[in-house]
């Protein structure tokens, strides 16, 4: 379009088969909620550069600015492709297949979200500022190497160092090679999968084969710049753990290689982390817990358990596309984490960007001014997610709130993780599981006060009754009880009691708690509901 006016290109594109035009529209169809998820973010400094940019130190910064000019100025964008497509070695370029001119694959098949009103205008922008970037920084690495190799004695006309430089920095970048065997359904993966060059790109930094085939100054480079990224991301986990925060170790735990601060977790090395993690849960054929920190035993057998094939399966399903993943929830009926399926809230995710996802989370967990600032990372490519223990402690009220985030605060120093978040994980269930059952429980104590006030303690019983078998449901139907119940103890009820955290029915239908076995039964006569 650049080159030839929009009429004919129009004209054209409408000539084409109707096959072909039904794929494309399935295609951009399936792109709205990738670009609207992207949208509004600086996040290629610190996501698609993360694992290169440490090597090249002076156009990774370049490229950081370049992202913020080209979103703000759409000519400074104009200005910047012209420059880069009159520079020497464009030549060299496009021999080598460098991605500078192209359209990046997260904002591919946007056209309709483009004609999107009120949101238009970001979209571009976002467009500009990401693509412009990172072009740049492609270019401009290119053209450094192209000068330090020649000054080493390297031929750069040859057309092999043209290709493997290319192909080491596309790759460096996030726009790797598909596998031979899929480079004929690029089209087709691109539309279904969220980013597949950018995962390939992180799975290529652990391939032996990758490097052996490379040129050997493209090899030497590109085994710098893994190096390079592996040493500033380790010493930045270092500084964070000196500063407080958790770090995970463990690389069979999702939040391996993160920094931990309270629930909210940063992925400072931009995806490398997943085949490490995905191998090391296949090999040892175990799962760490991010949340308890229980070491799950995989292909146990037996209903609800995890296998390997599971763990891989859950690896490629997060690498789909946004309404490709929404489907494949409601065929599983559980969300990404395999938690319960909330398809109000799936859909809203897969139309809000994901910087403003992570935004809303933080400030459920930490305020707006906290909130605000810890989810600057999240706005320049840092992965953020905010899920744990303390989830759910904003759906509470009045001391039971206070009581758990109290809680929260005891046992941050608690040196057994998997007992400390074992211990806020039940509470806070437990409270909300008392809590769905206790819209009529003023109603229902009123008229049990009145009956025994009365003298009729059969009616007092039999309204009890009734209002325990609701909570009784409710409670049952709670998830993970099993696991809560050496948490929720006889001892720790009747501390809650004591403390007002729950209430009982009356004086008479208390007592009736004495003859219960079960815990279960203990909580349903002693626990008649939590406060609103």
Same mark, same amino acid.
Request: proline share 3%; glycine share 10%.
């Given at each position: 379009?650049?080159?030839?006016?929009?009429?004919?290109?129009?004209?054209?594109?409408?000539?084409?088969?109707?096959?072909?035009?039904?794929?494309?529209?399935?295609?951009?169809?399936?792109?709205?909620?990738? @670009?609207?998820?992207?949208?509004?973010?600086?996040?290629?400094?610190?996501?698609?550069?993360?694992?290169?940019?440490?090597?090249?130190?002076?156009?990774?910064?370049?490229?950081? =600015?370049?992202?913020?000019?080209?979103?703000?100025?759409?000519?400074?964008?104009?200005?910047?492709?012209?420059?880069?497509?009159?520079?020497?070695?464009?030549?060299?370029?496009?021999? =080598?297949?460098?991605?500078?001119?192209?359209?990046?694959?997260?904002?591919?098949?946007?056209?309709?979200?483009?004609?999107?009103?009120?949101?238009?205008?970001?979209?571009?922008?976002?467009?500009?500022?990401?693509?412009?970037?990172?072009?740049?920084?492609?270019?401009?690495?290119?053209?450094?190497?192209?000068?330090?190799?020649?000054?080493?004695?390297?031929?750069? @006309?040859?057309?092999?160092?043209?290709?493997?430089?290319?192909?080491?920095?596309?790759?460096?970048?996030?726009?790797?090679?598909?596998? &031979?065997?899929?480079?004929?359904?690029?089209?087709?993966?691109?539309?279904?999968?969220?980013?597949?060059?950018?995962?390939?790109?992180? +799975?290529?930094?652990?391939?032996?084969?990758?490097?052996?085939?490379?040129?050997?100054?493209?090899?030497?480079?590109?085994?710098?710049?893994?190096?390079?990224?592996?040493?500033?991301?380790?010493?930045?986990?270092?500084?964070? &753990?000196?500063?407080?925060?958790?770090?995970?170790?463990?690389?069979?735990?999702?939040?391996?290689?993160?920094?931990?601060?309270?629930?909210?977790?940063?992925?400072?090395?931009?995806?490398?982390?997943?085949? +490490?993690?995905?191998?090391?849960?296949? *090999?040892? =054929?175990?799962?760490?817990?991010?949340?308890?920190?229980?070491?799950?035993?995989?292909?146990?057998?037996?209903?609800?358990?995890? $296998?390997?094939?599971?763990?891989?399966?859950?690896?490629?399903?997060?690498?789909?596309?946004?309404?490709?993943?929404? +489907?494949?929830?409601?065929?599983?009926?559980?969300?990404?984490?395999?938690?319960?399926?909330?398809?109000?809230?799936?859909?809203?995710?897969?139309?809000?960007?994901?910087?403003?996802?992570?935004?809303?989370?933080?400030?459920?967990?930490?305020?707006?001014?906290?909130?605000?600032?810890?989810?600057?990372?999240?706005?320049?490519?840092?992965?953020?997610?905010?899920?744990?223990?303390?989830?759910?402690?904003?759906?509470?009220?009045?001391?039971?709130?206070?009581?758990?985030?109290?809680?929260?605060?005891?046992?941050?120093?608690?040196?057994?993780?998997?007992?400390?978040?074992?211990?806020?994980?039940?509470?806070?269930?437990?409270?909300?599981?008392?809590?769905?059952?206790?819209?009529?429980?003023?109603?229902?104590?009123?008229?049990?006060?009145?009956?025994?006030?009365?003298?009729?303690?059969?009616?007092?019983?039999?309204?009890?009754?009734?209002?325990?078998?609701?909570?009784? &449901?409710?409670?049952?139907?709670?998830?993970?009880?099993?696991?809560?119940?050496?948490?929720?103890?006889?001892? *720790? +009820?009747?501390?809650?009691?004591? &403390?007002?955290?729950?209430?009982?029915?009356?004086?008479?239908?208390?007592?009736?708690?004495?003859?219960?076995? $079960?815990?279960?039964?203990?909580?349903?006569?002693? =626990?008649?509901?939590?406060?609103?």
């Amino acid at each position: 379009r650049k080159i030839f006016n929009n009429k004919l290109i129009d004209t054209l594109e409408s000539k084409r088969p109707f096959l072909e035009k039904f794929k494309t529209a399935g295609y951009n169809l399936l792109g709205i909620n990738r @670009s609207l998820m992207t949208t509004s973010d600086l996040s290629l400094s610190l996501r698609q550069l993360a694992g290169i940019g440490p090597r090249f130190p002076e156009q990774w910064a370049d490229a950081i =600015g370049a992202q913020a000019k080209y979103f703000a100025d759409p000519k400074a964008y104009e200005i910047a492709m012209k420059e880069i497509a009159s520079r020497p070695n464009v030549e060299k370029y496009v021999k =080598g297949g460098l991605d500078v001119g192209i359209k990046e694959e997260r904002y591919q098949y946007n056209a309709w979200a483009k004609k999107i009103p009120g949101i238009k205008h970001i979209i571009n922008a976002s467009e500009r500022g990401f693509s412009g970037g990172v072009q740049k920084f492609r270019a401009d690495v290119f053209d450094y190497l192209d000068k330090v190799a020649t000054a080493a004695g390297k031929n750069t @006309s040859d057309l092999r160092w043209i290709r493997d430089t290319s192909k080491m920095i596309n790759t460096g970048t996030g726009r790797a090679e598909l596998p &031979k065997i899929l480079k004929g359904a690029g089209d087709f993966m691109n539309a279904t999968m969220f980013a597949p060059r950018l995962a390939f790109s992180r +799975i290529q930094a652990f391939n032996p084969h990758y490097y052996i085939k490379l040129e050997p100054f493209a090899r030497k480079t590109a085994l710098q710049a893994t190096i390079s990224g592996a040493l500033l991301g380790t010493t930045v986990l270092g500084l964070a &753990k000196l500063a407080g925060a958790e770090v995970e170790p463990d690389p069979r735990s999702a939040d391996f290689g993160k920094i931990k601060v309270g629930d909210t977790r940063y992925d400072i090395f931009a995806g490398y982390t997943q085949p +490490i993690r995905i191998v090391a849960q296949i *090999l040892t =054929g175990e799962v760490k817990s991010s949340t308890s920190g229980k070491i799950i035993k995989l292909d146990q057998g037996g209903f609800g358990s995890m $296998s390997r094939l599971d763990v891989l399966q859950n690896f490629i399903q997060n690498k789909e596309a946004p309404l490709v993943s929404f +489907i494949t929830a409601l065929m599983r009926g559980k969300n990404a984490v395999g938690g319960e399926l909330d398809i109000g809230k799936e859909v809203v995710d897969r139309f809000v960007p994901m910087v403003l996802q992570d935004l809303q989370d933080l400030i459920k967990e930490r305020g707006p001014i906290a909130g605000l600032l810890m989810n600057i990372p999240s706005i320049f490519g840092v992965g953020t997610q905010t899920y744990g223990a303390s989830q759910g402690v904003e759906s509470l009220r009045g001391n039971q709130k206070a009581y758990v985030q109290g809680l929260i605060k005891k046992e941050k120093d608690n040196s057994n993780r998997e007992e400390a978040q074992g211990k806020i994980t039940a509470t806070v269930r437990f409270f909300n599981t008392l809590k769905t059952a206790s819209n009529d429980r003023e109603t229902t104590m009123k008229k049990v006060q009145q009956a025994i006030d009365d003298g009729d303690i059969d009616n007092a019983k039999e309204l009890a009754h009734t209002y325990n078998v609701k909570y009784q &449901k409710s409670f049952k139907e709670s998830k993970g009880w099993d696991a809560d119940k050496q948490y929720i103890t006889d001892n *720790l +009820i009747k501390d809650y009691y004591n &403390k007002g955290l729950i209430k009982v029915t009356s004086r008479s239908i208390k007592a009736r708690r004495k003859k219960q076995k $079960s815990i279960t039964s203990q909580l349903i006569e002693e =626990g008649g509901g939590g406060e609103d």
